[in-house]
């Protein structure tokens, strides 16, 4: 790593993706490797997360080479959850292998995980910029991540084809979305599906209102019920469905986890502009020099976080999404 007074010459540049892979990763690794080559810079992969990153599997990689990658999900450079990360060693390693190739900064697509072992890197003197990738909308600092709208668009195919069966059998369909501890995905899903109904771990109201809740939209003719229960809730979604299924609501309940399809699937056109917009602001601050922050989309702005005050926290969720779906959907 070359240094001119406090500056360093950033002339090579790794990047890679971490945690749950979320559509837009590689619209994000397409990003760096072209603004990084249309800069001059040599641009490597970095396969398979902090794990490739600690056994140096690294790939120089040119604008050609992430040709026709901007539209397909996942990540084509893979990735992992690394346990070896959260240690000293790993870190340090991590940081061996970069100096002995020669990369002089890192930039790391992914969920709070991923934040927080670039802090890591960096507390330890590495430059790191962060992108925040992840389905779960939970990193602080920004209003939205890499791959959430594509996530909440998946999700509402899946509700409109799920409500068609539920208004033919009078079902209450009791619907999972993944998050983690984030009820986000659960509550945008109500408001974009009509669910009558949102379970979160955030608010968790409890089962006997859930029947309430579905008993009177049977009461008012409704032809189906649609509930959406974030992962997060502190119930089981069988332990849900068993519950509400004994009581006599009108509706019978049949329950549906839209798991891993949730995080498959090509980029939306607004995930595609997001990832492509932070790679570029991402290369841009690590010419110049600003490192240690993870690119944050506010008010439309691309502003720098740091990335020790996004780490250890989550996005607040706002509640008045629930109000919003429980009103408009009488
Ligand atoms: O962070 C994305 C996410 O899909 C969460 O919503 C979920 O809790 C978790 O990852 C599942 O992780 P894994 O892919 O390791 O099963």
């Given at each position: 790593?070359?240094?001119?007074?406090?500056?360093?010459?950033?002339?090579?540049?790794?990047?890679?993706?971490?945690?749950?892979?979320?559509?837009?990763?590689?619209?994000?690794?397409?990003?760096?490797?072209?603004?990084?080559s249309a800069k001059g810079l040599k641009v490597?992969?970095?396969?398979?997360?902090?794990?490739?990153?600690?056994?140096?599997?690294?790939?120089?990689?040119?604008?050609?080479?992430?040709?026709?990658?901007?539209?397909?999900?996942?990540?084509?450079?893979?990735?992992?959850?690394?346990?070896?990360?959260?240690?000293?060693?790993?870190?340090?390693?991590?940081?061996?292998?970069?100096?002995?190739?020669?990369?002089?900064c890192l930039i790391v697509c992914g969920g709070?995980?991923?934040?927080?072992?670039?802090?890591?890197?960096?507390?330890?003197?590495?430059?790191?910029?962060?992108?925040?990738?992840?389905?779960?909308?939970?990193?602080?600092?920004?209003?939205?991540?890499?791959?959430?709208?594509?996530?909440?668009?998946?999700?509402?195919?899946?509700?409109?084809?799920?409500?068609?069966?539920?208004?033919?059998?009078?079902?209450?369909?009791?619907?999972?979305?993944?998050?983690?501890?984030?009820?986000?995905?659960?509550?945008?899903?109500?408001?974009?599906?009509?669910?009558?109904?949102?379970?979160?771990?955030?608010?968790?109201?409890?089962?006997?209102?859930?029947?309430?809740?579905?008993?009177?939209?049977?009461?008012?003719g409704k032809k189906h019920c649609i509930v959406?229960?974030?992962?997060?809730?502190?119930?089981?979604?069988?332990?849900?469905?068993?519950?509400?299924?004994?009581?006599?609501?009108?509706?019978?309940?049949?329950?549906?986890?839209?798991?891993?399809?949730?995080?498959?699937?090509?980029?939306?056109?607004?995930?595609?502009?997001?990832?492509?917009?932070?790679?570029?602001?991402?290369?841009?601050?690590?010419?110049?020099?600003?490192?240690?922050?993870?690119?944050?989309?506010?008010?439309?702005?691309?502003?720098?976080?740091?990335?020790?005050?996004?780490?250890?926290?989550?996005?607040?969720?706002?509640?008045?999404?629930?109000?919003?779906?429980?009103?408009?959907?009488?």
């Amino acid at each position: 790593m070359e240094q001119q007074e406090n500056n360093i010459i950033v002339r090579s540049i790794g990047v890679l993706t971490s945690g749950g892979d979320a559509p837009g990763m590689n619209a994000v690794i397409r990003g760096v490797v072209r603004a990084g080559s249309a800069k001059g810079l040599k641009v490597y992969g970095v396969k398979n997360g902090y794990t490739g990153l600690i056994n140096g599997e690294f790939e120089l990689l040119g604008k050609r080479d992430v040709s026709n990658i901007l539209h397909r999900g996942g990540t084509v450079l893979g990735s992992d959850r690394s346990p070896e990360m959260k240690t000293q060693k790993g870190q340090r390693e991590a940081i061996r292998m970069m100096n002995n190739i020669g990369i002089d900064c890192l930039i790391v697509c992914g969920g709070d995980g991923t934040m927080t072992g670039g802090n890591a890197l960096f507390e330890q003197g590495f430059p790191v910029i962060g992108i925040p990738g992840t389905i779960d909308n939970d990193v602080w600092g920004t209003s939205t991540c890499v791959g959430v709208d594509t996530a909440l668009n998946t999700i509402t195919e899946a509700i409109d084809k799920i409500r068609d069966t539920a208004a033919s059998h009078r079902r209450a369909y009791i619907i999972e979305t993944m998050g983690r501890d984030c009820g986000y995905l659960a509550i945008q899903s109500a408001i974009v599906s009509g669910g009558e109904c949102v379970l979160i771990p955030e608010n968790p109201i409890s089962i006997e209102e859930v029947a309430d809740t579905i008993e009177n939209a049977y009461k008012r003719g409704k032809k189906h019920c649609i509930v959406l229960m974030a992962e997060g809730y502190p119930l089981k979604l069988d332990e849900v469905v068993r519950q509400l299924d004994a009581m006599d609501l009108g509706f019978t309940a049949r329950g549906i986890n839209l798991s891993y399809v949730q995080r498959g699937g090509s980029p939306s056109a607004f995930d595609r502009i997001l990832a492509s917009r932070m790679a570029f602001t991402a290369v841009d601050w690590a010419i110049n020099n600003q490192f240690g922050v993870m690119t944050a989309l506010r008010s439309d702005t691309m502003t720098p976080v740091p990335l020790k005050d996004v780490i250890g926290k989550h996005r607040e969720l706002n509640l008045q999404y629930m109000e919003i779906s429980n009103v408009l959907s009488r």
